[in-house]
Structures are given as C-alpha cells and as structure tokens.
C-alpha cells in the first residue's frame, strides 16, 4: 500500500462518519418519546372560532433549562430531553463537519445566511481538520423567543476540543448558538440560525 491509497481510504471513513452523525441527527432531532402531552378538549366552539391556542403545560425545568417553558407553550410536542440531546449532536455534527469542509452535511443542518458564512470560512481555509471533541456541555439555556412564524432557542455550549489526538493541547471553548424552527412545521429538524 502507498501513502496515496491511505489518504483515500481516511477520506472513506470520514464520510462513513459523517453520513453516521447526519442520519443520527436527524433521528434524534425527530424522535418522538411517546411522552407527548395530550391537548385539552375544548368544548367551547367560540373560544376555537376566535383562534385561542390551548397551552401546555412545561414539566418540572432545572433552573438553567427554565426559558424552555416558552418552547412548550409553542410547539405541541416539544420535549426538552430530546431537544437538547439533539442540540448537543448538531453542534458536535456541525463542528466536525466544518473542521472537515463537509460543506454537503453544514448545508442540510444551517439556515441560508449562516451556510454562507461557513461556507466562505471553509473556502478561505479557516477550519482544521485536526481539532477533536474532548467533552461537550449544554451550559445554560440563553434565550427562547417566537418571531412571527418561528421559535428560536439560544444554547451556551462549553466544549473542549484538542489537537492531533493530543489531549495536552485541549482547549476549552464558549459558543453561543441559536437554533429555529417554524412553529406549524411537521418537519421535526432544528437548524442553525445564528453562531
């Protein structure tokens, strides 16, 4: 075997991985737990007439995930649990992605605008292949707001990422994500809105 058959062999695998990571995203982010809460019947013909959503109720919310009240009260099947198990795979997903200049799995996974900006850091070689996750948490819960048609959720992620499988060189990170979607839409996938 020489070098040139080694690198395509690597290329091989990382795809392998990334197509991996891709379809357990999309998994994770569109499970449905069977724990959905039920919506209240309303008998009451006008109050349905007149538009009047039926709130759900949020569980019990740890203090940091407590802004994800507002995430229940819009979307009907919106479960915490799976959200942010999901979030924490897309930012690892999309992390490697970039640093790998998967531009194909960034583009399934980001909005228009913030594929753009990506997309430019990756032609102007501003990622690297060389970074690796070392650990990944879910920090505090920044911000959950409705914008016309959307629900937007912004995550503190704390991560520690290091070098050439050397964790020596470990370097701990703070990112600030927001990730939407459109209220009404069957489709159960997050994306990135905003870094």
């Not at 070098?3 to 499970?31: M, S």
């Not at 501003?126 to 048609?149: A, M, R, T």
Request: glycine share 4%; charged share 35%.
């Amino acid at each position: 075997m020489v070098y040139g058959d080694l690198q395509i062999f690597d290329i091989v695998i990382f795809a392998g991985i990334a197509i991996f990571l891709v379809l357990r995203l999309k998994k994770v982010l569109g499970k449905r737990t069977g724990f959905e809460k039920k919506r209240k019947q309303n008998t009451n013909p006008l109050s349905i007439e007149k538009g009047e959503e039926i709130k759900k109720e949020a569980p019990e919310l740890e203090e940091k995930y407590s802004k994800l009240k507002k995430a229940y009260e819009s979307i009907d099947d919106f479960d915490h649990v799976v959200f942010l198990d999901g979030a924490k795979i897309a930012f690892e997903t999309i992390i490697t992605a970039f640093n790998k200049g998967d531009k194909k799995t960034l583009k399934s996974l980001l909005t228009q605008d913030v594929f753009k900006s990506f997309e430019v850091a990756v032609d102007s070689n501003k990622n690297d292949p060389d970074y690796q996750f070392y650990s990944l948490n879910i920090e505090n819960i920044e911000d959950v707001k409705v914008v016309g048609n959307y629900i937007k959720i912004c995550i503190k992620f704390i991560s520690e990422q290091f070098k050439n499988n050397d964790e020596n060189t470990a370097v701990k990170k703070l990112d600030i994500w927001t990730f939407e979607k459109r209220i009404k839409s069957k489709d159960p996938n997050w994306l990135l809105s905003s870094t």
